[in-house]
């Protein structure tokens, strides 16, 4: 391998490209006058070999390597070397097949270095391997024996002089190896050290510990699995019994069944045998109103009938609330159904939207890149004329004019390869566009049909909205009532929920009776005092004493007169005894007034009349009297004692506090009395009823409004249903229209005429970037010749440019942002819009779910209801048809009463002993869910119950409850219970895992270690080998230039001789020394000669 070509580029004094060729095969010489650059040719090879030392090259740094350091416009220095590789034998490694080899280094500033082999970019230690396979080492210090220093290499001592040779043989890159081994070798022994210290100090010591813990922790683990296994005996024998209890409570049960059974049957028996009673009376009383003659029909079957018309009012309550219900959400659904189609038209103007402003976006963009490309260009210009150096950190180096002009071609020719590009393709798309067009018109009928059909389908829709509006009723309206109708109709419920509460906490005001004959007055019976009272919310703090003013009374009957009394009492069937005041009869105590006035004057306004107190209807005034006409009300004791012991006054009073003064001297109170609180809860019953009246109006207004607009609303819904068929319809047009193949074929050609236009832009965009160039190539050129001729003016223009440039880019980077942000939010508008339809489909989804399942509720409760009606008709028609008799002969009707009374007895008791084995019933499923539970709990608490309770008390079994002291493994498992506890504090229950882990952890550094020494082996080895390859070439290579260097010296001086070999008692690897014969002396050294002959 030879040197066949050098190539000089910018390398000290040569600023342009050099090349050096016609290199002989055996030698050469440089010559020429001093500074032509002779010692630079040869610095340039070291360079280029990939010398590091600057100082070999007569160089400070990097920089002295550049033509002028990089002042005169050339910023980098390249050198190329050409090798002939004609010679395989002597080729390096990998390279035998290239007829030549080509290294090239380059530098450039500020500090940018590379090296190309054979055009490729290669690393420096690659290009130096290269060197060094073939016997040139650039950086060893012999490598280039400068002139004058042949003496020093003489003098040199045997180990140096023996490096020259190993540098021949090529044994020093081995050398280098073999170091690096060692190296490596060290931190593997320093890595062995390591892992064995850490064996030694940590793991082992630790492993030591933990198996001790392990041992403890399987001691404790043997115990609980003892534990476990008397746990499973007794858990076993506990379920067992569990299973025994359950069924024995099966049996109690069903002997409690039967026991109930029996008793029922006899509560049947009577219940009928009274029955038959009963109607027997009423074929007396119908004798007995034949033989009278009067008239008349009995109310047989009226608690029958109340019954079924409950049950009918509230079936008819649920058949209004779902179909409300289902208005609701048929409303609900046609709202969703428009809120989707209008946001899915807002979907598509949204989208329009954002590809508009991303467009626009798109230009402000790529102006504003336009600009700061531009004015990076006049910066760099201008840098580049202020200082000769490019600020372009990229390491351009075209810089200048002559850059920004090269540049500018570069854009022309880049544009106009874009027309050409986009004319080939306008060619191809305007040669589809007639196919295109020529299938179109083959559809073109088809599409006009559809177009027809979706015309006439949207001419019918609009013939239907208008119909809709002519009805003269709306959604809004529907929704309204609906809304309307059922907030009065809840209000109505809940009202009615809240009286009946009240009413049932004030059971004990419940008067109820059976009219006591069939046209009886209802209204002549008043209720009950205390229902008949009213009280202000200003004297609610009176109530205790009002109450306890009216003591019984409070309960007492308010009647119209003695004889309405009388009929109640023998005829109206009274569930509980009652006291009764006949208003015509009673005779009310009316305080004088001039005891009231004196009163006053003795006590104030702390005293008054608990009459003044109360409100009551005015037909029942006499009664109020003669509750509340007798006693003062007062505020505190004090007042009480003065009006109550007055001898003006001398009546009975009550204080708030409930305590009772009366005029013989008698006190009473001290605790509150039984009925504490009774008036103010009638105050809320009174309240609640008044409520619920108004309530029942309003929804009686909204009902009369709702039958006035039925006819317009059925009219509307009617239409309604019509139009959303339609609507469908349509939709399924469009469908139908939108996927035909006329539609596709229609969006071709609109895509091709779209594309052609698209293209036709394109060419006309290139040209225009084309002439954009054009002229900025002679603006350019202008620039150049301006400022050759006026360098100074030139700069100050290019500063105010630049200046005006960035005040430019300054305004236009604001419209950017704003355009940017824009597009920001269109966009996340958008993706927010998608989102509410998904949510808005779901919805919908949902709603008509839930709107099919209320019509199939719906469709059942109408069935019912049906069923039901039909049931009230047939009793409702028999209660007409049945004359309730009240009477009959007088003897037959006792005889009856007594007997029915006695049954009605038997039923009672009949109804306390089943009450009585329904308790016993109720009990014991008590009992029995007790044991099932525990039995249940224990199959979930342990799985292997349900797997092995077959085998529980088996003989043989480990079961065997049999040969087993339950009491004895109770003990038992206390005791290893708390033996456990005991050593669960001592245990380390993560010893398993911690061993594992610390087991895998020596494994791994034990493998580690093999791994290291068996690395540390293979080291040596290769090391022992190198060495023999090493001595083997060095032998060679020591032969080799022994004998040419004794032929030279014997031809530059017949007669002599010279040769290298070892110092005495040494061998070839310990140095070499020059031995020198002149004549038949031998000399240690050529001292003796001239400078010449060295």
Known sequence: MRIKELILEGFKSYPGRTTITGWDSSF????????????????????????????????????????????????????????????????????????????????????????????????????????????????NPNFLIMQGRITKVLNMRPQEILGMVEEAAGTRMFEERKDKAKKTMGKKEKRVQEITSLLTEEITPKLDGLREEKRSFLQWQKACSELERIGRVLRAWEWKEGKQRVERKDEEIKDKDRETTKVKKEREKYSKEIE??????????????????????????????????????????????????????????????????????????????????????????????????????????????????????????????????????????????????????????????????????????????????????????????QKVIETGWSAENEKECETALREARNEVRRLTETRDSIKQRLSFLDFSYTSPSPNFDRSKVKGLVASLVSLDPSDYNKSTALEITAGGRLYNVVVENEKIGKELLQNGRLKKRVTIIPLNKINA??????????????????????????????????????????????????????VTFSAQVGVKSVTLDGDVYDPAGTLSGGAAPSSNGML?????????????????????????????????REQWKKISRELDIKEHEMRLLQEQVGGSNATRIAADVEGAKKTIEELKAAVQSAKEKQQIAKDECKKLEKDMKEFKNNKEGKIDELKADVSKQKTALQKHAVVVKTQQKEVQTATLELEQMEKDIETDTQNLEE???????????????????????????????????????????????????????????????????IKKLEHDVQTLHKERTTAANFVTNLEKQYDWIEEEHELFGKPGSQYDFSTVDVNRLKDKARELESQQKGMKKKINPKVITMIDSVEKREASLKKMLSTVMKDKEKIEQTIEELDRYKLDALDKTWTKVNGDFGGIFAELLPGNFAKLQPPEGQDLTQGLEVKVQLGSVWKQSLTELSGGQR
């Open 276 to 465: 038959a009673a009963e109607k027997d009376m009423e074929e007396v009383v119908k004798q007995r109103e034949k033989e009278l003659k009067k008239g008349g029909k009995y109310k047989k079957l009226e608690e029958e009938v109340g019954e079924l018309e409950k049950t009918l009012v509230k079936i008819r309550t649920q058949v209004e609330i779902k179909t409300t219900t289902i208005t609701d959400e048929e409303g609900k659904v046609t709202a969703l159904e428009n809120e989707l189609k209008e946001t899915q038209r807002l979907l598509t103007q949204k989208r329009s939207e954002v590809e508009a402003l991303a467009a626009a976006y798109g230009i402000v963009k790529d102006k504003h890149s336009t600009l700061q490309a531009a004015l990076s260009n006049s910066e760099e210009l201008l840098q580049t004329l202020l200082t000769g150096l490019s600020s372009n950190s990229s390491g351009h180096t075209g810089g200048g004019y002559m850059g920004q002009l090269a540049e500018a071609k570069a854009r022309q020719a880049q544009a106009q390869a874009e027309e050409e590009q986009s004319r080939v393709k306008l060619v191809m798309s305007e040669k589809e566009l007639p196919k295109l067009q020529a299938r179109w018109k083959d559809v073109e009928r088809e599409a006009a049909d559809g177009k027809k059909n979706l015309d006439k389908m949207e001419k019918e829709l609009d013939r239907f909205k």
């Open 847 to 913: 709603a008509t779910s839930a709107l099919e399942k209320l019509r199939a509720e719906l469709g059942k409760s109408n069935d019912q209801l049906a069923a039901h009606e039909a049931s009230f008709a047939t009793a409702e028609r028999k209660l007409q048809e049945e004359r309730a008799t009240l009477t009959r002969f007088d003897n037959e009707l006792k005889e009856l009463e007594g007997v029915i009374k006695a049954k009605k007895q038997a039923i009672s008791d009949a109804d306390l002993e």
């Open 28 to 139: 050469n010489a440089i010559t020429g006058l001093n500074g032509s650059g002779k010692s630079n040719i040869l610095d340039a090879i070291c360079f280029v070999l990939g010398n590091t030392n600057m100082t070999s090259m007569r160089a400070q740094n990097q920089q002295d390597l550049i033509y002028k350091r990089g002042q005169a416009g050339v910023t980098k220095a390249s050198v190329t070397i050409v090798f002939d590789n004609s010679d395989r034998a002597t080729s390096p490694v990998g390279f035998e097949n290239f007829s030549e080899i080509t290294v090239t280094r380059q530098i450039a500033l500020p500090n940018l270095s590379k090296y190309l082999l054979n055009g490729h970019k290669s690393q420096q230690h690659n290009v130096q391997t290269l060197f060094q396979s073939v016997q040139l080492n650039i950086n």
């Open 589 to 642: 105590f009316k305080m004088p007034p001039q005891k009231l006035q004196a009163a006053t004057r003795l006590a104030g306004d702390k005293v008054r009349l608990a009459l003044s107190l109360v409100g009551y209807p005015q037909d029942v005034s006499n009664a109020m009297a003669y509750v509340f006409g007798d006693t003062l009300i007062c505020d505190d004791a004090e007042s009480a004692k003065l």
């Open 680 to 712: 103010i809860k009638v105050q809320e019953l009174l309240d609640a009823e008044r409520r619920l009246g108004e309530a029942v109006g309003r929804l009686q207004m909204l009902e009369r409004e709702e039958e006035r607009s039925r006819g317009n």
